[in-house]
């Protein structure tokens, strides 16, 4: 079993920051990609960024610019710095891990979400 644990979520205005965190624990051989995805009320789940075990990284086009993901592999965390927020980004904000685990069975696991609401 691998667990995933956001934090950082909050009520900000428009323009501020948040930084997002996202820890994985349990039976972790290794982790591959490291994603970050939003819903919002009434819309369908969308991928914002993702970034890959060798670092490398793409973005919402929504996001670009403004965004940024990062990945501590030694702490299993990955991480979501949110600049230049707008209400529109106002969302549930989910961690999405896939990877080996100690048993050699591949997995994907969700984190429990994270509520994002920035106000105009």
């Known amino acids: 079993q691998v667990q995933l644990v956001e934090s950082g979520g909050g009520l900000v205005q428009a323009g501020g920051s948040l930084r997002l965190s996202c820890a994985a624990s349990g039976s972790i051989f290794r982790l591959n990609a490291m994603n970050w995805y939003r819903q919002a009320p009434g819309k369908q789940r969308e991928l914002v960024a993702f970034?890959?075990?060798?670092?490398?990284?793409d973005y919402a086009d929504s996001v670009k610019g403004r965004f940024t993901i990062s990945r501590d592999n030694a702490k299993n965390t990955v991480y979501l710095q949110m600049n230049s927020l707008k209400p529109e980004d106002t969302a549930v904000y989910y961690c999405?891990?896939?990877?080996?685990?100690?048993?050699?069975?591949?997995?994907?696991?969700w984190g429990q979400g994270t509520q994002v609401t920035v106000s105009s």
């Open positions: 999405n891990a896939q990877g080996l685990t100690s048993a050699n069975r591949n997995f994907g696991s």
């Open positions: 970034i890959t075990s060798g670092g490398i990284t």
